[in-house]
């Protein structure tokens, strides 16, 4: 049987992920905890990595002077966490992850250019190809977001 990756780059991330540049919210990806995992559970845990960089197309309007991540696409950075860790597993390969809603989302900080931001999934539910996960976004250990989102997992029609 194949050893089941763990941690996955920028590179391997785009073999899960459709998203390209400036879409791309993942700069690295490790799957918790260490037990082998088939499939998508309640308890399993994804953090990834995002490297804020003045770089980043959306700090030109975001605000000139004063960048600042758009909060919507700190949330899209926890969506794709959540995704990319459910299309790791062997069962889900070549699925497409599709965020379906925000239940919950509360902004607690800035992120600005420089921050290396922790995003952090828990997976609450999972039925049907149909997923609740608890988000949380980080710098420095000072929360910059936290909530509730769901993400459905379908075949993928390419």
């Known amino acids: 049987m194949e050893e089941q990756k763990r941690e996955l780059n920028a590179q391997e991330i785009q073999k899960l992920l459709p998203h390209r540049y400036p879409m791309l919210m993942l700069d690295r ?4 905890p260490d037990e082998k995992l088939t499939q998508i559970v309640p308890g399993m845990k994804v953090a990834g990595i995002k490297n804020v960089s003045l770089n980043e197309p959306y700090f030109t309007g975001h605000f000139p002077g004063n960048p600042i991540m758009p909060g919507v696409l700190i949330v899209e950075a ?14 889900n390969k070549g699925k497409l992850g ?9 902004f607690r900080r800035q992120v600005v250019p420089g ?17 609740k996960v608890a988000v ?12 509730i989102i769901s993400f459905a997992l379908v075949e993928n029609q390419e």
């Not at 990806?29 to 918790?32: S, T």
């Not at 599709?98 to 509360?106: D, N, P, W």
């Open 29 to 32: 990806l490790i799957l918790l």
């Open 78 to 91: 926890l969506a794709q966490c959540a995704c990319a860790g459910g299309l790791m597993l062997k069962e």
């Open 98 to 106: 599709l965020f379906t809603g925000i239940e919950i989302m509360k």
């Open 115 to 131: 921050d290396i931001l922790l995003l952090e999934a828990e997976f609450l539910v999972f039925r049907r190809g149909m997923g």
């Open 136 to 147: 949380k976004a980080s710098v420095d250990g000072s929360v910059a977001a936290e909530g």
